[in-house]
């Protein structure tokens, strides 16, 4: 794995202030990359000391006998509610176990181009951005495209390589407004790779600029 | 075993002295107190309550509401609390301290409760973006944690005050950058690269 979330990305996930697009992205890096997920725990580090420098602010008594209530009350029905599901079996990384229950091939796709299909996960609270999956068959190329803005692509499986590196599991890029690439994936397996956009792909050629309103 | 009963005392006590050498004891002695409330140990629990909540109040305290909504950092509190309760035995001391551990869970509850307010009731759940980490900790990893706690703890202490208090609007107020740049009426980029200053400064990142 040769591309990481940037220090700052990190720091604002620990903070808990990306949109839950980006984060769930940096989160499903984090579940493949052991120095990513050491830089958190030092980030959060961070966090817990500005949190205990805080100045504390008196708390009414009650408040503590309303929890042990609570605990209580859920004590009863203590029977974990195990929202078990078959993705690990299907090799999904945990992050994106109740959004992908059942396998990729499970997923409700899309043919975006005969060698690209598309799966809508979920929209975004910021009713910005969204998240989906694609699938680009093996040994097949992608339209030159840019992206309209701050959109991430992160590699689930497979691999792929455009004008700017190469990148297989867990790679994590970001991609600005002004950056056009075209895409071409490995030849021995598909690419499967989970995207946080805020609006579908643009393709930059003439026939595909026509063809692209039709093509999401 | 000598420590671990000294810390105990402690945490039974609640006589835990807050001078410079001791600091490092007290960070342990919260987390022996969360190991305590993992078995089920309500009076570890009301120790441990009485010395954090009064914090997590004042982190609900310090969160930009959408509107007036007055009960929001007790409503925190009790989350909160009511999570540590229920988590205590995915608490790794090795890994993180015990106001570690809490930050994550109440960072976690005030997105929570704040979708909650906003009334979104999207997809994307957010103890899958944010979980709570489930492997345990090698030596390694137990010794390193705590020489970054207190690297971190030194040079927090002399980080100049424009870099800190940019770390505090993210971290406590949950402020985005762009968020942090109106408030201090600075540009964007200012902001960035004080978040990246600071952050070389107490050496979170690694050498890339």
């Given at each position: 794995?040769?591309?990481?979330?940037?220090?700052?990305?990190?720091?604002?996930?620990?903070?808990?202030?990306?949109?839950?697009?980006?984060?769930?992205?940096?989160?499903?890096?984090?579940?493949?990359?052991?120095?990513?997920?050491?830089?958190?725990?030092?980030?959060?580090?961070?966090?817990?000391?500005?949190?205990?420098?805080?100045?504390?602010?008196?708390?009414?008594?009650?408040?503590?006998?309303?929890?042990?209530?609570?605990?209580?009350?859920?004590?009863?029905?203590?029977?974990?509610?195990?929202?078990?599901?078959?993705?690990?079996?299907?090799?999904?990384?945990?992050?994106?176990?109740?959004?992908?229950?059942?396998?990729?091939?499970?997923?409700?796709?899309?043919?975006?181009?005969?060698?690209?299909?598309?799966?809508?996960?979920?929209?975004?609270?910021?009713?910005?951005?969204?998240?989906?999956?694609?699938?680009?068959?093996?040994?097949?190329?992608?339209?030159?495209?840019?992206h309209?803005?701050q959109e991430?692509t992160?590699?689930?499986?497979?691999?792929?390589?455009?004008?700017?590196?190469?990148?297989?599991?867990?790679?994590?890029i970001l991609r600005g407004?002004?950056q056009?690439?075209?895409?071409?994936?490995?030849?021995?397996?598909?690419?499967?790779?989970?995207?946080?956009?805020?609006?579908?792909?643009?393709?930059?050629?003439?026939?595909?600029?026509?063809?692209?309103?039709?093509?999401? | 075993?000598?420590?671990?009963?000294?810390?105990?005392?402690?945490?039974?006590?609640?006589?835990?002295?807050?001078?410079?050498?001791?600091?490092?004891?007290?960070?342990?002695?919260?987390?022996?107190?969360?190991?305590?409330?993992?078995?089920?140990?309500?009076?570890?629990?009301?120790?441990?309550?009485?010395?954090?909540?009064?914090?997590?109040?004042?982190?609900?305290?310090?969160?930009?509401?959408?509107?007036?909504?007055?009960?929001?950092?007790?409503?925190?509190?009790?989350?909160?609390?009511?999570?540590?309760?229920?988590?205590?035995?995915?608490?790794?001391?090795?890994?993180?301290?015990?106001?570690?551990?809490?930050?994550?869970?109440?960072?976690?509850?005030?997105?929570?409760?704040?979708?909650?307010?906003?009334?979104?009731?999207?997809?994307?759940?957010?103890?899958?973006?944010?979980?709570?980490?489930?492997?345990?900790?090698?030596?390694?990893?137990?010794?390193?944690?705590?020489?970054?706690?207190?690297?971190?703890?030194?040079?927090?202490?002399?980080?100049?005050?424009?870099?800190?208090?940019?770390?505090?609007?993210?971290?406590?107020?949950?402020?985005?950058?762009?968020?942090?740049?109106?408030?201090?009426?600075?540009?964007?980029?200012?902001?960035?690269?004080?978040?990246?200053?600071?952050?070389?400064?107490?050496?979170?990142?690694?050498?890339?």
């Amino acid at each position: 794995m040769n591309h990481h979330p940037e220090p700052t990305l990190l720091e604002q996930y620990a903070a808990g202030t990306l949109p839950l697009s980006f984060a769930m992205c940096v989160s499903v890096h984090l579940n493949f990359c052991a120095r990513c997920r050491i830089e958190l725990r030092t980030l959060q580090n961070l966090g817990g000391q500005l949190f205990e420098e805080l100045a504390p602010i008196p708390v009414d008594a009650s408040l503590l006998q309303a929890v042990l209530n609570k605990i209580d009350d859920a004590a009863d029905a203590e029977a974990v509610s195990s929202r078990e599901t078959t993705a690990a079996a299907h090799a999904v990384p945990k992050p994106l176990r109740h959004l992908i229950p059942a396998g990729y091939d499970a997923l409700h796709w899309t043919t975006m181009l005969p060698w690209v299909r598309v799966a809508n996960l979920a929209g975004d609270d910021d009713g910005k951005h969204h998240l989906a999956v694609h699938r680009i068959r093996a040994g097949s190329k992608l339209p030159r495209h840019d992206h309209r803005s701050q959109e991430i692509t992160l590699v689930l499986n497979g691999s792929f390589s455009d004008e700017y590196g190469i990148y297989g599991d867990g790679d994590f890029i970001l991609r600005g407004p002004s950056q056009v690439h075209s895409p071409l994936i490995a030849q021995n397996e598909d690419c499967i790779c989970l995207s946080a956009q805020s609006a579908p792909l643009r393709f930059t050629q003439p026939v595909w600029r026509l063809l692209s309103p039709f093509l999401t | 075993m000598a420590l671990f009963r000294h810390s105990r005392a402690a945490c039974r006590d609640r006589t835990v002295t807050t001078n410079h050498d001791t600091r490092h004891t007290e960070a342990d002695t919260w987390g022996i107190c969360l190991q305590q409330v993992a078995l089920r140990d309500r009076q570890a629990f009301a120790r441990l309550f009485a010395q954090f909540a009064p914090q997590i109040k004042a982190f609900g305290l310090a969160t930009i509401l959408p509107d007036r909504s007055g009960q929001f950092a007790d409503e925190l509190v009790q989350e909160v609390m009511f999570t540590v309760w229920h988590k205590a035995a995915a608490y790794d001391i090795g890994k993180a301290s015990a106001s570690t551990w809490i930050f994550t869970i109440a960072r976690n509850k005030r997105i929570d409760l704040l979708r909650k307010l906003k009334r979104h009731s999207g997809m994307i759940d957010i103890d899958d973006v944010w979980p709570l980490e489930d492997e345990s900790a090698g030596p390694f990893q137990i010794l390193q944690q705590r020489v970054t706690q207190q690297r971190v703890r030194e040079s927090l202490q002399t980080l100049p005050h424009a870099q800190r208090e940019v770390l505090l609007l993210a971290f406590i107020e949950g402020k985005s950058h762009s968020e942090i740049a109106t408030a201090l009426a600075l540009p964007l980029g200012t902001v960035k690269s004080r978040i990246r200053l600071a952050m070389q400064r107490l050496q979170l990142v690694l050498e890339r």
